[in-house]
């Protein structure tokens, strides 16, 4: 059974850093391109990073650009956010997920549960 | 940057068909993938290349795109489906490509 489980998010004031991780597991990792998509409270969702599975290709929406930085550790199933600079509109909760590339257009097939960042004075 | 319009809301009795919409500018030239996301949980992908369904998707969930408007088709509505609904897209109009989402749509079962 394919599971991604997210973890690291919580409190932390506008300015500082918080890193995110989601462990995988039932399905071989190191073969998928990973995302990390956010969805504000009662809003809708928005991409944030996408990560090829090697790691070679990283891709950012523009809103997060040169803030976070995306990483994967296939020897540990694991996909990292490093999240700086935060600001009050990064408050989200934080989903990573698996995009199946097999089909045309690499869908999102698993999601995890979420883990949720607040950011606040 | 390429833009997704949903309408916000949709309602529709039980047993009836729902069809929530999926505007952009030539999206009949994309591939179309809709998820499906009940409260306090993760979306679900529901339908995926415009048309296809993931294994364990009941076949009342179907597709189609062309021109510029993609559809979810829901029949036989169950009190069940009410949720929120999201199409996405891959666009590669920038310099890099960018994962694209629709603005959602509340599904209420009347």
């Known amino acids: 059974e394919v599971q991604l489980v997210e973890s690291g998010g919580g409190l932390v004031q506008p300015g500082g850093s918080l890193r995110l991780s989601c462990a995988a597991s039932g399905f071989t990792f190191s073969s998928y391109e990973m995302n990390w998509v956010r969805q504000a409270p009662g809003k809708g969702l928005e991409w944030v990073s996408y990560?090829?599975?090697?790691?070679?290709?990283?891709y950012y929406a523009d809103s997060v650009k040169g803030r976070f930085t995306i990483s994967r550790d296939n020897a540990k199933n694991s996909l990292y956010l490093q999240m700086n600079s935060l600001r009050a509109e990064d408050t989200a909760v934080y989903y990573c997920a698996r995009a199946d590339c097999s089909s045309t257009s690499c869908p999102l097939d698993y999601w995890g549960q979420g883990t949720l960042v607040t950011v606040s004075s | 940057s390429y833009v997704l319009t949903q309408p916000p809301s949709v309602s529709v009795a039980p047993g009836q068909t729902a069809r929530i919409t999926c505007g952009g500018n030539?999206?009949?030239?994309?591939?179309v993938h809709w998820y499906q996301q009940k409260p306090g949980q993760a979306p679900v992908l529901v339908v995926y290349?415009?048309?296809d369904r993931p294994s364990g998707i009941p076949e009342r969930f179907s597709g189609s795109n062309s021109g510029n408007t993609a559809t979810l088709t829901i029949s036989r509505v169950e009190a069940g489906d009410e949720a929120d609904y999201y199409c996405q897209v891959w666009d590669s109009s920038s310099d890099h490509p960018d994962v694209v989402f629709g603005g959602g749509t509340k599904l209420t079962v009347l």
């Open positions: 990560i090829s599975s090697s790691g070679s290709t990283i």
């Open positions: 290349d415009d048309s």
């Open positions: 030539n999206i009949g030239s994309k591939s």
